[in-house]
């Protein structure tokens, strides 16, 4: 057996809102595995059907081999999950969060310490403060001790990064990759599309479809189009006059910079260059990057907009 | 809408029919050493009102206390020896009108309703006879001989605020675990739904607990409340009735999905009807048929008739059995529906 989780045409909606549209996607064992897509994308919906916390319109999950409405009751022995929202006991210190989390599976801190060692040695000296109280990166390496303490066979993240500093953020996804080389399936979803990079393969997620799947990689590499990097004194004219201009494929802001794609294959630079003096702006700065995973999914989002119209 | 629509109709409804002075069919006993003429007639009088209803026919003086610990008689009518030949020799007879005064308020309106159907006899059969004839109504009032009405309300609350209180503590409990997300991870865990009910009920019997013993200490104290039967039997009966509202609570909190709701309900649904329909405060006797049926699914009604009867009666568990074995098994009822009720998943 080689798929962790296997997920078939998988739909489910709210009332009207169809929050999954026949999802289909397989995680491997050991695999490192990020659901991307912006907020109402339904991560959090698939990450609560594979922890069976909800059950599916249609269509059928697997993890390691269970059912995950069927045998329900074994997934919770042995999936990891860790909710979007902060849900640990507040009033409780985190050492007893930990063990109390340890009690509810049936084993104890010192069992499994090995394989929460790492993280649980960053907050052990704040043991006895409220988990309440806690930092949000704290907080988070808490609720993934916790998560982890019955030693689970696959640990489901919903957002595990998002509220978080950018250095609690890194050291984060740095624990992550040492528990899938101990053998752990992950899937984490996050909105960060830098965070992307770190996983072994991601599914691009919008509206309830998987737009891609593949390694952060390749998705940047099946990029065909050529992405400029424009810069200039006034941010939003240019944003807006790019907008206007004839061979604009799309524009969007990306850091400092905007990130511009055009209509037309040849003399890309001059073109735009040309424009922009005579819409007067000053000090303009265009150059050529590599596409990341971000344009990748800029690009396939307008994709299926278009379509969609 | 259902709320701010029906709430007024069912309540307009309920204390029309609730709230009323009137007695409708008392049961009560008679207790008869002349039986004569005159007893007859005066016993017919009493039934014929449609305030009455006899119950029993005793025999002897000893029948009396264990007929008003029944709870079922509220009064027992005694008529003299030799009453007719008294009234004629002497024209005057004594009656003896005993009620079960556990209920302050009940037992004086039944025993003024019973002292002015026999002072109309008397005094139509003074027309009659044309002679000066009176009947003196000896009044006792069994387990509250000063009417207090400490000895009525205190039971009362108790069953109100142990209630309320109990329930209330439980109500919110899974419904804060809903609402501060802890729920989804504690549903992800292997914890079976009755172990997460269990758990929750458990350590809220010690709170609620000493919440009963303070304020039974209060009741005797401050209240000058008698314990006449067991203590022993008091505190079990308490602890017995504090889990079955914190059972409740729980059910409540399984079906709401945040606090505030789950207070709402513990409030208005057990509020009302625990005021109205236990016979706190307006005797259950006195209601028209369907309210007597909705008094029996309402827990409170039976720990007030184990406290009346233990505390003021001194009745032990052998005149409360049934109403203990209704309370366990509304326990067990609440704790099993919860269990079903309590969802697995989300949503």
Not at chain 1, 26 to 39: H, T
Not at chain 1, 120 to 145: D, N, W
Not at chain 1, 280 to 301: G, Q, W
Not at chain 2, 286 to 310: D, G
Request: aromatic share 10%.
């Amino acid at each position: 057996m080689h798929e962790s989780i296997q997920v078939k045409n998988i739909t489910k909606t709210y009332d009207k809102v169809i929050a999954l549209n026949s999802i289909n996607f397989e995680v491997e064992k050991g695999e490192l595995f990020g659901l991307i897509g912006p907020d109402g994308a339904g991560k959090t919906t698939l990450l609560r059907i594979l922890t069976s916390l909800l059950v599916p319109d249609s269509g059928e999950a697997f993890m390691n081999g269970y059912h995950v409405v069927k045998d329900y009751k074994t997934i919770r022995n042995i999936a990891g999950y860790m909710p979007g929202r902060f849900s640990l006991y507040q009033d409780l210190t985190v050492e007893e969060n930990l063990e109390f989390f340890a009690t509810t599976f049936g084993t104890t801190i010192s069992e499994n310490y090995d394989l929460i060692k790492d993280i649980y040695i960053q907050i052990e000296p704040f043991k006895t403060r409220l988990a309440g109280r806690l930092s949000g990166g704290m907080k988070q390496k808490l609720a993934l001790s916790c998560a982890l303490i019955h030693k689970p066979e696959i640990l489901v993240l919903d957002e595990p990064t998002t509220g978080v500093d950018a250095v609690s953020r890194k050291e984060f996804w740095e624990m992550l990759i040492r528990l899938k080389n101990q053998g752990i399936t992950i899937i984490v979803s996050t909105p960060y599309m830098d965070e992307a990079g770190m996983c072994d393969r991601v599914a691009l997620m919008q509206k309830g479809d998987i737009l891609q799947i593949d390694t952060p990689e390749d998705i940047a590499g099946q990029f065909a189009k050529k992405v400029f990097a424009v810069k200039a004194e006034n941010v939003y004219n240019l944003l807006r006059d790019i907008q206007a201009f004839e061979h604009t494929h799309s524009v969007y802001p990306f850091g400092e910079y905007l990130h511009y794609i055009s209509k037309t294959t040849s003399n890309i630079k001059e073109e735009l260059s040309n424009y922009l003096d005579s819409k007067n702006h000053k000090s303009v700065k265009i150059m050529t990057v590599k596409p990341d995973i971000e344009d990748c999914f800029m690009e396939l989002m307008t994709k299926t907009v278009n379509n969609g119209e | 809408m259902l709320i701010l629509f029906g709430m007024p109709i069912a309540q307009i409804l309920i204390f029309g029919y609730v709230v009323t002075n009137e007695i409708r069919d008392a049961k009560i006993a008679i207790l008869d050493f002349s039986r004569d003429d005159i007893t007859r007639e005066i016993t017919n009088k009493l039934t014929s009102s449609g305030y009455f209803q006899v119950y029993e026919v005793l025999k002897s003086n000893h029948d009396i206390e264990p007929a008003l610990q029944r709870g079922i008689v509220k009064e027992v009518v005694v008529f003299e020896h030799d009453f007719a030949d008294n009234i004629k020799r002497n024209g005057s007879a004594k009656v003896q009108l005993i009620a079960d005064a556990s209920d302050a308020n009940h037992a004086n309106l039944i025993v003024n309703y019973t002292r002015a159907i026999i002072s109309d006899y008397a005094k139509d059969l003074a027309g009659i006879q044309n002679m000066p004839l009176q009947i003196v109504p000896k009044v006792r009032m069994l387990y509250n001989e000063e009417l207090k009405g400490a000895f009525m309300f205190v039971p009362g609350t108790m069953a109100l605020i142990l209630m309320l209180v109990s329930a209330m503590m439980t109500s919110i409990s899974i419904a804060r675990e809903k609402e501060l997300g802890t729920m989804e991870i504690l549903l992800v865990s292997p914890l079976k739904p009755v172990q997460i009910i269990l758990g929750k009920v458990t350590p809220y019997i010690g709170i609620a607990f000493i919440n009963a013993v303070v304020i039974v200490l209060l009741g005797i104290f401050v209240f000058k409340m008698p314990i006449m039967g067991s203590n022993t039997l008091l505190m079990l009966e308490c602890l017995l009735y504090i889990t079955m509202a914190l059972s409740l609570g729980i059910l409540i909190s399984t079906m709401s999905n945040s606090q505030q709701v789950a207070m709402f309900i513990s409030m208005l649904a057990l509020l009302l009807p625990t005021m109205l329909l236990s016979g706190f405060i307006f005797p259950i006797d006195n209601m028209p048929l369907v309210l007597q049926w909705l008094s029996y699914i309402i827990p409170p009604k039976y720990f007030i008739i184990i406290l009346k009867n233990v505390m003021l009666k001194g009745t032990g568990i052998f005149f409360v059995w049934k109403e203990t074995l209704i309370l366990l098994s509304m326990t067990i009822f609440f704790i099993a529906l919860s269990v079903r009720k309590f969802k697995t998943r989300l949503e």
